[in-house]
């Protein structure tokens, strides 16, 4: 099954920037997938940031992007990141990788938390001056 494993949460200063990490593995780059970047605002439920398919880069934001964020994908097609900029302190948070399986029919990117099944351990990001 497919294993997520992300990387390069920190502490950072409000208006500065921050590149998430997630390696995804059980799956190649010649799979299709969907997977996105979630996070759990403290005392907020989890909410949708950024989501991708890997079929044809399709993508998905939430309203917490407001533009600043952006997903992409490295070479392998296995590894998704997350630029985070301009960060506030409402975007501390715990944030998540997520994935669900799709197919080459898979037509539409859902970015809600509910329809991804695989999850990484999260990782803490912390705006503060």
């Known amino acids: 099954q497919i294993q997520l494993v992300e990387s390069g949460g920190g502490s950072v200063q409000p208006g500065e920037s921050l590149t998430l990490s997630c390696v995804a593995s059980?799956?190649?780059?010649?799979?299709?997938?969907?997977i996105g970047w979630f996070r759990q605002v403290p005392r907020k439920g989890l909410e949708g940031v950024a989501c991708m398919a890997n079929v044809d880069g399709t993508t998905s934001y939430g309203d917490s992007a407001k533009g600043r964020f952006r997903i992409f994908l490295d070479n392998t097609k296995t590894t998704v990141f997350l630029g985070l900029e301009r960060l506030t302190f409402e975007d501390t948070a715990v944030y998540y990788c997520a994935a669900r399986e799709a197919s080459i029919f898979t037509i539409w990117l859902p970015c809600s938390p509910d329809d991804y099944p695989y999850w990484g351990q999260g990782i803490q990001v912390t705006v503060a001056s």
């Open positions: 059980g799956i190649t780059g010649d799979d299709y997938y969907q």
